[in-house]
């Protein structure tokens, strides 16, 4: 009687792991782990203020929202036609962050599986969000003269009267012809030139390495539409 021979376990090749897990290794996933961390440092950074500014009635900060926080040393406070407040549209920070929260849960389907549709949709997230922070600097840029203008004060009567009683009790100097002051200037802060150039690398870094996942998908659309 012959018996059967008992059959040898699968031949394992040096380095081949014979049970593959779906997390990608660190290496592959390197990128997109740093563009996840910068898009929620980013997300973060748009709270903070963008834009400093300053009059002769006191001083705001602005953050990526074109929300105003200032203060005041109530000058127009009898004025019949005080300067008007700034408005800033808040619709291109409020896409960015629906462009984060898309690039940060993109950029975590990535790292945990081998996506490609996943990895085009963080290089185009992170993209976007580029856009939209240098859309909104700018917006914030353009706007300095309106916010500096709204802490300015009025030329008349009342506003007068309430510099000279500022200076009466010294919270305030007033300008006497010749008299030299030094206001402080009205600019955009750190916090926006920082949040611009993390959202330029993450970008960078988004594009360099899924670009040819981003040309396959171009080619299939391509295709499709021919």
Do not use: C
Not at 46 to 57: E, H, K, Y
Not at 121 to 137: E, G, P, R, S
Not at 193 to 201: E, G, L, M, R, Y
């Amino acid at each position: 009687m012959v018996e059967p021979t008992p059959s040898l376990p699968a031949r394992v090749h040096p380095g081949h792991d014979p049970h593959p897990s779906s997390t990608r290794p660190i290496k592959e996933a390197g990128p997109y782990i740093a563009v996840a961390v910068g898009s929620s440092v980013l997300f973060f950074l748009l709270f903070q203020p963008w834009m400093t500014a300053s009059g002769r009635d006191g001083s705001a900060t602005v953050n990526a929202f074109g929300r105003i926080k200032h203060t005041t040393r109530h000058l127009n406070l009898w004025s019949e036609s005080p300067p008007s407040n700034a408005e800033i549209d808040s619709v291109w920070a409020v896409l960015a962050i629906v462009a984060i929260l898309i690039a940060v849960i993109a950029a975590i389907q990535t790292i945990l599986h081998r996506s490609e549709a996943a990895e085009t949709i963080t290089a185009v997230a992170t993209l976007a969000v580029a856009v939209l922070v240098l859309i909104d600097v700018h917006n914030l840029d353009s706007n300095i003269p309106q916010v500096r203008d709204s802490l300015g004060m009025n030329t008349d009567l009342s506003s007068q009267l309430g510099l000279a009683i500022g200076a009466l009790r010294g919270t305030s100097d007033y300008p006497w012809p010749g008299h030299e002051v030094m206001l402080a200037p009205s600019e955009l802060t750190p916090w926006a030139f920082a949040s611009t150039a993390i959202a330029i690398v993450s970008a960078a870094v988004a594009a360099m390495r899924s670009w040819q996942s981003i040309l396959r998908g171009i080619t299939a659309v391509a295709a499709r539409l021919v």
